[in-house]
């Protein structure tokens, strides 16, 4: 079955930085990755989301870019915000609509 | 436009006994998916639910059951609780025509003493 794996596990940056967080998925059949955030006693909130058949989307501070043949994706959060901090996870979708979840990075923004 | 509900909000139960959660999906929504997600981990699939159907199974044992409503709603029973079943319980539903989002309800803390 699918795994995949997420990092940085937690990511410390000042505001008005950038982060990223990478992740990797070992089905090649897996063909949607969504971004979820959650904070802290939230449910998770799908933020973004990318299709196989598609290289990057953007949607204003945040994007999300894939890459079949390595079978990674990225998200990137440009002009960090102190509300930005929060846990976000990555998934795959096996075939089914299953999702396989990373194990989570811990975002921090300092102000 | 109400979105994901779930209920109850928490629940302590003892060790060996059945519990029921339930989850309404957001309006329009007819597929139903629940996760478990243990403290600092992300969430782990439990079954899939559409047309009142359980259409795929992650790796939980058969103590784990569900069931779907005509009105899309849906149930998860777990049976004789064991302390490691303490976790929240997410419910995502999801929009009919092969689309893959999943919007997740706020969840039921389950706590097993």
């Known amino acids: 079955g699918e795994n995949v794996e997420q990092h940085p596990s937690t990511l410390s940056v000042q505001e008005g930085d950038s982060a990223v967080i990478k992740c990797t998925y070992s089905?090649?059949?897996?063909?949607?990755f969504p971004w979820y955030k959650q904070e802290l006693g939230k449910r998770p909130q799908l933020i973004i989301d990318?299709?196989?058949?598609?290289g990057e989307k953007k949607d204003q501070r945040i994007a999300v870019t894939l890459n079949k043949t390595a079978k990674h994706f990225s998200l990137h959060i440009t002009e960090t915000q102190p509300e930005d901090s929060a846990v976000y996870f990555c998934?795959?979708?096996?075939?089914?609509?299953?999702?396989?979840f990373g194990a989570g990075t811990i975002l921090r923004v300092k102000s | 436009d109400a979105g994901v509900t779930q209920s109850p909000t928490h629940l302590i139960k003892t060790r060996g006994q059945q519990v029921t959660l339930r989850c309404s999906p957001k309006?329009?929504?007819?597929?139903v998916s629940w996760y478990q997600q243990a403290l600092g981990q992300g969430p782990q699939f439990i079954f899939q639910?559409?047309?009142?159907?359980?259409?795929q199974r992650g790796n939980f044992p058969d103590r784990f059951s569900g069931h779907q409503f005509p009105n899309y709603s849906s149930e998860l029973n777990v049976n004789a609780l064991l302390l490691g079943d303490s976790a929240l319980y997410l419910c995502a539903s999801s929009p009919p025509g092969g689309t893959y989002e999943q919007y997740f309800g706020p969840g039921t803390r389950l706590t097993v003493t």
């Open positions: 089905d090649s059949a897996s063909n949607y």
């Open positions: 990318i299709r196989s058949n598609v």
């Open positions: 309006s329009g929504h007819d597929t």
């Open positions: 998934a795959a979708m096996e075939y089914g609509n299953k999702l396989v």
């Open positions: 639910y559409y047309e009142e159907e359980e259409r």
